[in-house]
């Protein structure tokens, strides 16, 4: 199973970016999907997560409204649309597979915003 995050990069505040994560070895429609980050000396924290069908998403506060996960079924492929984008928000952002006990984590993806 792997799972390839791609998207991140420099970007300065307020800007945009958009995050994708390509699995394969794995019955990807049938994997609750994750984007979790971890900044510097912080734990890492789950920013959004979306359901089986995509017909279910979730956020984390800080990330509402600014941020949109969707995915792709037939690509095997999750996205994280990232806009209005923060200081706060530099990271290593990375995705996560689940189903029932079974957890897949991809390598990361480094998000860095600044002036």
């Known amino acids: 199973v792997q799972l390839v995050e791609s998207g991140g990069g420099l970007v300065q505040p307020g800007g945009s970016l958009r995050l994708s994560c390509v699995a394969s070895g794995l019955t990807f429609s049938g994997y609750a999907m994750n984007w979790y980050r971890q900044a510097p000396r912080k734990e890492r924290e789950r920013v959004a997560g979306?359901?089986?069908?995509?017909?279910?998403?979730e956020y984390v506060d800080s990330v509402k409204g600014r941020f949109t996960i969707s995915r792709d079924n037939a690509k095997n492929t999750v996205h994280l649309q990232m806009n209005s984008l923060k200081l706060e928000d530099t990271a290593m952002y990375y995705c996560?597979?689940?189903?029932?006990?079974?957890?897949?984590w991809g390598q990361g993806t480094q998000v860095t915003v600044s002036s």
């Open positions: 996560r597979a689940v189903r029932d006990s079974v957890i897949y």
């Open positions: 979306i359901s089986v069908t995509g017909g279910s998403t």
